[in-house]
């Protein structure tokens, strides 16, 4: 398994993206634009917006895994969800 942190999705190939949500932070706002339409929809179904290390999985390819991230986003707020990542990931088939 491979990670890679990008600030932009230019040329992604991965099987999944993982959009970190700050807490207290617009969910649709906080999305990169191709991910906004998505986001939304989860807002309008009460999917989002999600508690810390909250995890919603959106299936396709990319599969898109949406996290809560505690307010403070600090280095080990980032730890914290990247762990419950990688646990959540571990557990799909791609």
Do not use: H
Request: charged share 30%.
């Amino acid at each position: 398994m491979e990670f890679e942190i990008r600030e932009s999705f230019d040329r992604i190939e991965a099987d999944a993206v993982v959009l970190g949500i700050p807490e207290g932070v617009d969910p649709v706002t906080a999305c990169d634009g191709r991910f906004a339409s998505t986001a939304r929809s989860l807002v309008d179904s009460g999917d989002l917006p999600l508690k810390p290390l909250e995890t919603v999985m959106v299936p396709g390819t990319p599969k898109l895994i949406f996290i809560g991230v505690a307010g403070n986003t600090d280095a080990e707020a980032w730890r914290r969800a990247a762990a419950t990542v990688v646990r959540r990931v571990k557990k799909v088939r791609t």
